[in-house]
Nanobody
Framework: QVQLVESGGDSVKTGGSLRLLCVAS????????MAWFRQAPGKEREGISA?????????ADSVKDRFTISQNQDNAKKSLYLQMTNLKPEDTGMYYC???????????????????WGRGTQVTVAS
């Protein structure tokens, strides 16, 4: 099992930037594949970005060219980042980190492959 803790959420104005962090601790092998999801008020949770162990990244069309995912392994813990720029009100939501030891080709932005989830960090973008 791996524990995931997100941070970095905040309230910003349209056009602003934020950097989210997810720290994975415990079984590193369970965090080989990682992703960011978000859930807007009244909507289903959606995958917005994912990254493979080799650094291959995936983005939803809604965030492509504005968000950048990255990862870092430092001794006992792995860190996942999401750099968000040019934020829009529709980016508002709870952002969740997800991880698993396996991935399904073509399903990187779907919930099903990920067994480990954080509790989320809130991002609010005011117009």
């Amino acid at each position: 099992q791996v524990q995931l803790v997100e941070s970095g959420g905040d309230s910003v104005k349209t056009g602003g930037s934020l950097r989210l962090l997810c720290v994975a601790s415990g079984d590193d092998d369970s965090a080989r594949y990682m992703a960011w999801f978000r859930q807007a008020p009244g909507k289903e949770r959606e995958g917005i970005s994912a990254i493979d162990p080799d650094g291959t990244s995936y983005y939803a069309d809604s965030v492509k060219d504005r968000f950048t995912i990255s990862q870092n392994q430092d001794n006992a813990k792995k860190s996942l980042y999401l750099q968000m720029t040019n934020l829009k009100p529709e980016d508002t939501g709870m952002y969740y980190c997800a991880a698993d030891r396996h991935s399904w080709d073509g399903y990187q932005l779907h919930e099903v492959p990920y067994k480990n989830w954080g509790r989320g960090t809130q991002v609010t973008v005011a117009s």
